[in-house]
């Protein structure tokens, strides 16, 4: 089953994240835009997703709030956005590459919480004692992240090019992650397995 996304606007958190220099109607332009663009993609993003990281998906539908742009806080996945479904806060930047790389990171977060990634087999992000590491868990997005964008839009697209460039100048948490992303998309090629094949005991 691939799920649907229910793309959320709330005016109440438009107003707390809109920063004092934008206009409302430009944030509605971008929104907009945004979600007409991704709607088209959609389908195939989340499909891709499953295929290469093995962890299937389980709920019908990925509920998605759309915010401004702003320096509060970052996109982010919840394991329990609403009423029990895994879903994103979405920032929408004028630039809709990335826009689109980021949002494709957070739904692989969102596959994460959808499936047994979490179970204590995943011994790539848990140790011995259960206690999970956090930057393992971005590793194993990013590399699929990186995969689904080149399935989708092929090897360095527009979207890939600013992967990389968010990675190496803007992006704030998992400082120094840019370096190892590229050291597990060589050490994990999941055009032969899946990563749930790789990061599972005895999947
Ligand atoms: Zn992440």
Redesign the pocket.
Known sequence: MIPKINYQIHEILTDLFLPPFKKKKDFDKESKKFIQHFKKIEKEVLTSIEKFSGFRWSKRTIPVYIIPQNKSITS??KSNLNKGFPGVVQKVYENIERCTHIFI??L??VNQFQSDFYSKKNLFVFNKRGVKNTRK??LC??VVCVQVIRDLFGNKSIYEKDYWIFQNKIRT??PGIEKEIPIYLKKWDLNEKTLREYILKSA
């Open positions: 982010l996945t990171h957070e692989t977060h868990i971005e997005s990013d948490s998992s």
